[in-house]
């Protein structure tokens, strides 16, 4: 496992390093925004831990925000910010965990084995040259071994929670599911925030799937107020034989 650690704090930056090592990971430090994503843009990485509170031209939220325009890779921020909106407004930018400082260097240790383990379950059959799965459901194709989802025709990108909410929906049509439930199912024990993170989810979803959208009568996922969502299943304009942009 090859782990990206971006963190200006020295001290801190090598009790991961010495951690993660410990447990078998590869780990490469790097003290700014900049030289992060290029590190990572040459590397091969599993997943990137990094601070919000950087020196140079950009801060740790910024970098979250351009990597995400290109990986999926697993990112989580460690970080002495600790308000819940702090968390909120990282969460919108697509990472995957958020571990507040000072922290117990083995939850770091067990949060990053943990992600970067659902990853590669959730690429593998794309990585085995495995027959793919398609599902569809209204005007969405969900190729599940290799991670894709195409939208009337378009490929869109999912960070690894929306996607994992997205299939959790996709795969319960129809009825509604609590906050809580999704909370439980799809963050599990090292979740951190509050329901609140669904909604920040589940808003991001219907942008993806809803982009563009003109005469749609009823929306992909209806909100119950005070209790949940529901993720209507009536088909749209799904092809009979789809298929994904080349590329």
Same mark, same amino acid.
């Given at each position: 496992?090859?782990?990206? *650690? ?19 990971? $590869?780990?490469? =430090? ?18 990137? @831990? ?24 697993? =990112?989580? @921020? @460690? ?28 939850? =770091? ?6 992600? *970067? ?19 569809? !459901? ?20 999912? $960070? ?34 509050? *329901?609140?993170?669904? $909604?920040?989810? @589940?808003?991001? !979803? ?14 992909? *996922? ?26």
């Amino acid at each position: 496992m090859n782990i990206l *650690i971006i963190e200006d704090d020295a001290a801190i930056a090598e009790l991961e390093k010495t951690y993660l090592e410990f447990y078998g990971c $590869t780990v490469s =430090l790097c003290d700014n925004g900049e030289e992060g994503l290029e590190r990572f843009e040459k590397g091969d990485f599993n997943m990137v @831990v990094v601070d919000i509170m950087l020196p140079g031209a950009f801060d740790g939220l910024e970098f979250c925000r351009r990597l995400r325009r290109f990986s999926d890779v697993p =990112l989580m @921020v @460690v970080s002495a910010k600790a308000d819940d909106a702090d968390k909120i407004g990282a969460l919108g930018l697509g990472i995957d965990d958020y571990l507040t400082k000072p922290f117990n260097p083995g939850e =770091l240790v067990a949060r990053v084995k943990a992600h *970067i383990g659902r990853y590669e379950n959730l690429t593998k059959k794309e990585r085995g040259g495995e027959e793919h799965e398609l599902t569809e !459901i209204r005007d969405i194709v969900i190729d599940r071994g290799a991670h894709r989802v195409v939208i009337r025709g378009r490929e869109a990108y999912f $960070t690894d929670k929306e996607y994992q909410l997205l299939l959790y929906f996709v795969d319960h049509p129809d009825i509604v599911l609590t906050r809580e439930r999704l909370f439980d199912r799809i963050w599990g024990y090292e979740a951190f925030g509050d *329901i609140s993170t669904v $909604t920040v989810h @589940v808003k991001k !979803i219907r942008d993806k799937l809803e982009k563009d959208l003109i005469g749609e009568t009823f929306p992909y *996922i209806e909100t119950i107020w005070g209790v949940g969502y529901r993720f209507r299943s009536e088909r749209g304009s799904v092809a009979a034989t789809p298929s994904f942009p080349k590329g």
